[in-house]
Each structure stands twice: as structure tokens, then as C-alpha cells.
């Protein structure tokens, strides 16, 4: 079976969150159960450099401004094509936005481009080559069913991964005449959204299935509180519309190898963790004691619920654990931690950034990971943790809900539980989350319990994959049909 995935990122060649780790895995992961996976890919600075030898398999005299090419290449275990525009995609700065965080104003040109290419590789534009299915991920490469669907490609199946639906790939109506498509995909079935044109949008209304990234999130989106003015729409296509929890690259997070740690170890020598949380609380000013290290390594945004933790840092202290955090993002989150960690020398520390050396010290050193998102499709935060016997403390929220096993006294006594859930959202259920951790933590075969139980979880790719291949049969039957 051939499949096209098309994606604005792919580990590890670009990566600005989640959605990368999953395109770069999920290939790979697909290999050993019949599927061929190829995933077109724009050719930024850094994925042009990954490959020496350019033979174009498909060239564009113009492409929404300029010259462009396709390149078939093989990066490591992934198969790539790689659209090379550099009006488009030779920049300095990220895949979104300049060094300064700000987007770039064309970004609908850019990734108009990269789903109109898509679009025709889908089509059979490229010889020798014909995708049965067509696996297109979020609003960036959105457009790409779109362009099939009024174009050659209308008979190949295709489904869209949602990995965010808050970020949705809106523009002005200005911008249609520039895409071309045809008069009539200006419809309200088509790319039509309050009046301008929407990305996502498009790609639900053309998918002929719809995949999230966990079942809780699937059925969150239904509502007007998750589903960010798509709700509606997805409702409509709720037959079509599955959840499918993503996997880790089990190589890369293995506390056993993981070349980042002080020390290795497993599930039966938890022990060595001792020398990593020496490491933690060397890194982050930390006293030296046996109470509980929790962690955050996160973007520090509404998103991710780290007002909720900024506002009770010392209530987090007052209960008995210390805390270290890890992350960048809105500066007045940023702020508000440095000043907890000023208030609180010993007990609280912070580091301003991303560093992923110090991610896996963190997963590998810290007692506990605290994750109190707002909404999370999925999560890969906390199936690290399992993986590293750094217990999940966690939002009730999509993937978060669907991944991790509460820690109450039930499931303690049948020796089941892999970390902590709270809800409601908000301050107080955090806080008591926590006092129920520190209370655990002194029974020190509970605590153990806990860790070896998630440790003892599959969070591979496996049983994803199979679910992917299973839908890509469904699709495939559809169209046979």
C-alpha cells in the first residue's frame, strides 16, 4: 500500500512540536505492516541540507511566484520528497515565522504551494508513482485534499490527522483568485469560511476520513467548547471523524540508552535514578532532600495551563514538594516563575528555554511531571514520563484523560495506576493532585507501584499504527466499492 503523507514538519529534521515527532515516527513505525509511506516534506534550509545530491523527479517553471522543484530523496529510514521553492522556503528563521517569532505574511502562499503539490503527486504527476491514500496533517497541508478533491486526484482517498484544531489556517477572501482553484470551491462545502478561506476548514469538508490524535479529543471537538467554531462542521462528518493516540519513538526514550542521563536504568533498577535527580537539583538550584521533584517542560502558554500552575507555585511548595520547570513562551508566565523561584530558593527552579539534553535529565531525575493543559489533543509529555517512571500528574483532558490510569485508592490497591488525574481545571484540583502524590510518595512500594506500572505501558507506535492501517483499508475498501 502507498501512501503520500504530506506534513510542514518531520523529526528529525524540523521540529517545532508534537506534530513532527508524529510524521517522523509514524513511516517508520507503518514499515512492517505493508505500508509505504513517502512524505512530502518543504524544502527549508535545514531539510535542503540534509541531502547532497538534487535530481528533481518534478519541476514547476512557476508555483505561486517562482521556480520550484521536487526532489525524491532518502533521509535516514524516511522516504522524502521535498518540494524545493526557495521564494518560498529559503528563509532565516523558523518554518512559520522570522527569528523574532513573527509569521510570515505569505504563509498562505507557502503552504498553498505545498498542498497544490500534494495535489498533484496525488494526481500521478510524478512518473512511476501513484499514491493509494493520501495522509495530509493539520491546516498547513489542509489545502492539499482540497486540491484534489477539484482536480485529478478526486478518486483517491485521503484523510486529515488534526493534531490542533486551534490553529486553523484562516486568510482572507482576497487570496482565492491566487490559489488556483475553481469559482466554485468558494462554496460554503468547500474552502468558504466566514467569508475568507479556511485551511483546516477545507480539508474536514473534502477528507474522506478524519483522524485526532486520542478518542477524548475526537469527541471533544464535537462541542462548542473544543471545537473552536468547527464544531458544526465536524459534526457533520462525525461517521468519518476517529481517534487514534499517538506513539513515542520507543529507541529515542528509553531510559536503558538514553545517552543524555547522568545514569541508565530500568523498570528493576529504579534506584539509579538517584544520580540523575542529583543532577536536577544541581541544574536547578534545588535543596537536597528526599521530598517529591516535580517537573513542567512545556511551552509556557494558556494553552498548556501554566497560568493555573503559576498561581499556586506556593501552595505546590507548602504541600512538601519542590519544583523545576523548563520552558519558554508568554513572558508574563515567564515573569511570574522567575519570582515564585526568587520567593522560594531551593524549592523552586527555573530555566528559560528548550533544551533537550535536559528534557530527558528531567524525565529521568524528577519524581513527577505536572501537565495541566487547558486542552491537549494528545500529549507526548507524559507517555515520556510513563516510559521514565516520572509520574503523570495530569488535566482531565484528551489525550491526557485517555493515557493515563488514576491513582485512587482502587486502582493503588489493584496496582493499576500509572499517575494522578484532577478536574476540574483550575488551581485548587491541581493543588489537591499534589497532596495526594506527596502522601503516596512516602509509601515508598506505592510510589514504586506507580512508576514500574508505567513504565510496564505500551506507548510504541504498534497498536497506533494498526489502527492507521486498519482506516487506510476502510478507505481503500470505500473507493473499491
Known amino acids: 500500500m502507498q501512501v503520500l503523507s504530506v506534513t510542514p514538519e518531520i523529526f528529525p529534521l524540523i521540529k517545532t512540536g508534537g506534530l513532527a515527532d508524529v510524521t517522523g515516527a509514524l513511516p517508520i513505525a507503518l514499515a512492517g505492516k505493508g505500508v509505504a509511506m513517502r512524505t512530502l516534506v518543504p524544502g527549508y534550509p535545514v531539510v535542503m541540507e540534509a541531502f547532497k545530491k538534487k535530481k528533481a523527479v518534478y519541476q514547476y517553471p512557476l508555483l505561486q511566484g517562482g521556480k520550484a522543484s521536487v526532489h525524491a530523496v532518502k533521509i535516514g529510514q524516511l522516504d522524502l520528497f521535498v518540494l524545493d521553492a526557495p521564494h518560498l522556503f529559503d528563509r532565516v528563521g523558523g518554518p512559520y515565522g522570522n527569528a523574532s517569532g513573527a509569521d510570515w505574511s505569505d504563509n498562505w502562499r507557502r503552504f498553498a504551494a505545498l498542498s497544490q503539490v500534494g495535489g498533484d503527486i496525488a494526481g500521478g504527476a510524478i512518473s512511476g508513482y501513484q499514491p493509494d491514500i493520501v495522509h495530509a496533517h493539520d491546516w498547513q497541508s489542509a489545502m492539499t485534499l482540497a486540491y484534489m478533491r477539484y482536480g485529478k486526484a478526486v478518486g483517491v482517498p485521503s484523510l486529515i490527522t488534526v493534531h490542533n484544531l486551534a490553529f486553523q489556517g484562516q486568510f482572507g477572501a482576497g487570496i482565492f483568485g491566487e490559489l488556483g482553484l475553481p469559482g466554485v470551491a468558494m462554496q460554503l462545502d468547500g474552502v468558504e469560511y466566514y467569508g475568507g478561506v479556511g485551511y483546516l476548514k477545507a480539508g474536514l469538508q473534502a477528507a474522506w476520513a478524519i483522524t485526532t490524535v486520542s478518542p477524548t479529543y475526537a469527541q ?117 516563575l522567575l519570582a515564585a523561584a526568587a520567593r522560594h530558593r531551593g524549592r523552586v527552579g527555573v530555566v528559560v528555554g528548550y533544551d533537550e539534553g535536559l528534557s530527558h535529565i528531567m524525565q529521568g531525575g524528577c519524581d513527577a511531571i505536572v501537565i495541566p493543559s487547558r486542552f491537549e489533543p494528545c500529549g507526548l509529555t507524559q507517555l515520556y514520563g510513563l516510559r521514565y517512571g516520572c509520574v503523570p500528574v495530569v488535566a482531565r483532558t484528551g489525550g491526557l484523560a485517555d493515557t493515563i490510569i488514576d491513582a485512587n485508592e482502587a486502582a493503588l490497591s489493584a496496582g493499576v495506576a500509572t499517575g494522578f488525574q484532577f478536574a476540574p481545571n483550575n488551581g485548587g484540583a491541581l493543588l489537591h493532585a499534589i497532596r495526594q502524590l506527596v502522601e503516596v510518595h512516602v509509601r515508598p512500594a506505592a510510589w514504586a507501584s506507580i512508576q514500574r506500572q508505567g513504565m510496564k505501558a505500551d506507548v510504541s507506535w504498534d497498536k497506533s499504527a494498526e489502527k492507521y492501517v486498519e482506516l487506510y483499508r476502510l478507505l481503500l475498501s470505500k473507493r473499491a466499492a
Not at 277 to 305: H, M, Y
Open 220 to 336: 471533544e471537538i464535537r462541542s462548542p467548547e473544543f471545537g473552536m467554531g468547527l464544531d458544526g462542521l465536524i459534526n457533520m462528518r462525525a461517521v468519518d471523524l476517529h481517534g487514534i493516540v499517538n506513539g513515542i519513538d520507543v529507541d529515542i526514550w528509553n531510559p536503558a540508552t538514553d545517552k543524555h542521563l547522568v545514569a541508565n536504568y530500568a523498570a528493576d533498577t529504579l534506584a539509579a535514578r538517584g544520580l540523575n535527580r542529583k543532577a536536577v537539583e544541581d541544574r536547578f538550584n534545588l535543596e537536597n532532600d528526599d521530598s517529591p521533584i516535580v517537573c513542567v517542560v512545556s511551552r509556557l502558554t494558556w494553552q498548556k495551563g501554566m497560568d493555573i500552575l503559576a498561581a499556586v507555585v506556593d501552595g505546590i511548595v507548602q504541600r512538601g514538594a519542590r519544583l523545576a520547570v523548563l520552558g519558554s513562551g508568554d513572558a508574563g508566565l515567564e515573569g511570574s
